[in-house]
């Protein structure tokens, strides 16, 4: 029973998209299951953590072929983790989207198609082979494409073709790196990999083939200098669509960099300097963006790759402290940036509008949603004791021990503009007198709505920010969790040995 | 092959590089072309020699040609098929509501709004 257990998340997914598929016609069905099969996905997802947790790193081998023949299915601690935390966001984005999208969409499968999402992401986290990889990332981005283009107005077309273009030349270079990989050890299971590349003699075809890799998912992960796309798309598509593009699909890129750059390439010198001069232009460039932004979800776009920043410097650093802080950053990255998403969402709603400028008065009509916010966005900030503030300890001790002043510079300066962009929203959205707004005909505000679609839309941020309250207040549990994280990711030894050595069968 | 799969690199990016979103399309289709060629020269490209192994031993007798870049390939060719699929439709819808096939003139989005 539990010998699959690995696998379950991806088999509960896919047999979720089938079923919506076949109630292809009927929405509220569609809702009902979509949101149940969130619940179901949380309870697996905690099942295989802290089956995990107790037993340590777990493998499935597809087909039963032996480790580096086959695909390996793998899910340490860090997979497991990343499997819950998809799991909570996918909840909270299934409830979100069943409210605040429209009809005409959701007839077009939206909801198969967003399982089929959450499918690609679960595979990507628990996959243990390089092209297997690929193919996972493949299925995100066609699932992406689809939520991103569906309902084709204008805008959406034309952020389509940005994040289209630049996600298939992403791919392109991805396996132009497994194939130059291939070509250089002749094998695909990431744990082989890892003792074949450290014998490797042509340490500079190694490098080569890293940086690859690492523009690859740099471009997933909308580093420095390949971001463009992101701020161009990420505000098109409805807002559910965004929270979990924002949530999630740059995520991905950063759990591959921080698998391939602790397993298969362990960074030299080379490749530390460039993995931290990306961090630190990251981090300066995004932030920077974000503040001369208008519209509230571009801001909350650059906001994005500015915060990827932390993670990549995390990466950088390379030593126990900082991946840890990096992990740390990114369990309460994803959360938050769900839930910001979501939350422009219903701002929107309530507004009819995206615009700064032309906001205001919303403390006074709305005081207890205001207040909710309000978490969510000092989070954001990281006002100790809520969660941004604790893996930017980590991030900052370490970047002082490696004496490296730049990254510590740069740590400072975007959680500074993170406070200014933060309060500039405040200000303008909350606090500032009402701007009277022309009424939208036919636009479905949120006092419209009825009570069950307003508690749909309220109920995953308010779900959202417990747990990032959570992640706050249990600093020492998710410590601990980040700890055990990098302490695996930095002595791969153990991973390896789970994947080559572990004789166990199929019953 | 490595010279034909440097053109079709150098070729895709340049098509890429260009406004015309038709010439984008076939920058991809032409790069993924260019990818998928490149696995099969780096996996070894040996000729005649079908990795089957004889009924009267457990081992391979001679050097056999790797089954794997093939297997890689053709997961890769049906992916970018569908993407390519996907990408002319994309195109095409583009084109009709946005009203031209330049790059440069899809900027609505980066208005202030």
Redesign the interface.
């Given at each position: 029973m539990t010998q699959q257990l690995v696998i379950y998340p991806l088999l509960l997914q896919l047999f979720l998209s089938i079923i919506l598929m076949f109630s292809w016609k009927k929405i509220s069905w569609q809702r009902i299951i979509s949101i149940v099969g969130g619940f179901v996905n949380i309870a697996v997802a905690i099942w295989l953590f802290s089956y995990i947790w107790e037993n340590g790193t777990q493998t499935v081998q597809a087909g039963n072929w032996p480790a580096p023949f086959g695909i390996t299915f793998v899910a340490d601690t860090f997979s497991a983790t990343l499997v819950l935390l998809t799991a909570i966001s996918g909840l909270a984005v299934s409830s979100f989207s069943s409210a605040s999208i429209v009809v005409a969409r959701l007839k077009f499968g939206y909801f198969p198609i967003f399982h089929f999402l959450l499918l690609g992401l679960n595979g990507a986290f628990l996959t243990g082979d390089i092209f297997n990889l690929y193919v996972w990332f493949e299925i995100i981005l066609i699932s992406s494409f689809v939520l991103i283009t569906l309902g084709g107005e204008k805008a959406q077309l034309e952020g389509a073709v940005k994040y289209f273009t630049l996600n298939i030349l992403g791919s392109t270079i991805f396996l132009t790196a497994i194939a130059v990989l291939y070509g250089l050890t002749g094998s695909l299971n990431m744990a082989d990999l890892s003792l074949k590349v450290a014998l490797i003699e042509n340490r500079g075809l190694v490098d080569i083939t890293a940086i690859l890799f690492l523009v690859g998912f740099g471009i997933k992960a909308a580093v420095f200098p390949l971001y463009f796309w992101l701020p161009d798309s990420y505000h098109t598509p409805p807002s559910a669509v965004s929270a979990i593009f924002g949530g999630l699909l740059t995520k991905v890129g950063v759990y591959a960099m921080l698998r391939v750059f602790t397993l298969i390439f362990v960074p030299d010198e080379f490749l530390i300097n460039t993995i931290l001069i990306i961090a630190f232009l990251t981090l300066i460039s995004g932030g920077l963006g974000a503040l001369i932004q208008n519209n509230l979800r571009k801001v909350f776009s650059y906001l994005i790759i500015c915060h990827i920043g932390y993670m990549i410097a995390g990466l950088g650093l390379y030593t126990q402290v900082a991946i840890a802080g990096a992990i740390f950053y990114l369990i309460h990255d994803i959360v938050i940036k769900t839930n910001l998403f979501m939350i422009s969402g219903l701002i929107y709603r309530i507004k009819g509008t995206n615009s700064i400028r032309s906001m205001g008065g919303l403390y006074s009509d709305n005081p207890k949603i205001s207040f909710l916010i309000a978490i969510a966005l000092f989070s954001l900030v990281g006002i100790p004791p809520l969660s941004g503030f604790w893996p930017k300890i980590s991030l900052l001790s370490a970047s002082f021990s490696a004496e490296n002043w730049w990254i510590v510079g740069a740590i400072l300066f975007a959680s500074f503009i993170t406070l200014i962009i933060i309060s500039k929203v405040w200000a303008n959205v909350f606090w500032k007198d009402k701007v009277e707004l022309p009424k939208r005909l036919n636009f479905r505000y949120f006092h419209k709505l009825t009570t069950v679609k307003r508690s749909q839309m309220i109920g995953p941020i308010v779900f959202l920010t417990l747990v990032s309250l959570y992640i706050g207040f249990g600093a020492e549990q998710i410590q601990q969790v980040s700890s055990r994280v990098a302490d695996e990711l930095m002595n791969n030894q153990q991973y390896i040995d789970a994947v080559l050595n572990n004789n166990q069968t199929y019953n | 092959m490595a010279i034909i799969i440097g053109v079709l690199y150098a070729a895709g990016i340049y098509m890429?590089l260009r406004r015309s979103?038709v010439k984008?399309i076939l920058g991809?289709i032409i790069?993924?072309n260019g990818?998928n060629l490149?696995?099969f020269?780096?996996?070894?490209i040996t000729k005649g020699s079908p990795p089957i192994i004889p009924g009267d031993s457990n081992v391979f007798l001679s050097a056999y040609a790797?089954p794997?870049?093939q297997a890689?390939i053709l997961?890769?060719i049906v992916?970018s098929f569908?993407?390519q699929s996907?990408?002319i439709i994309?195109?095409k819808?583009?084109y009709q509501?946005?009203k031209t096939d330049d790059?440069d003139e899809?900027n609505?989005?980066?208005q202030?709004?």
């Open positions: - | 890429i979103l984008l991809i790069l993924g990818a490149l696995i020269l780096l996996g070894g790797d794997v870049p890689l997961t890769a992916i569908g993407l996907f990408a994309l195109i819808r583009a509501v946005v790059l899809m609505e989005i980066d202030d709004s």
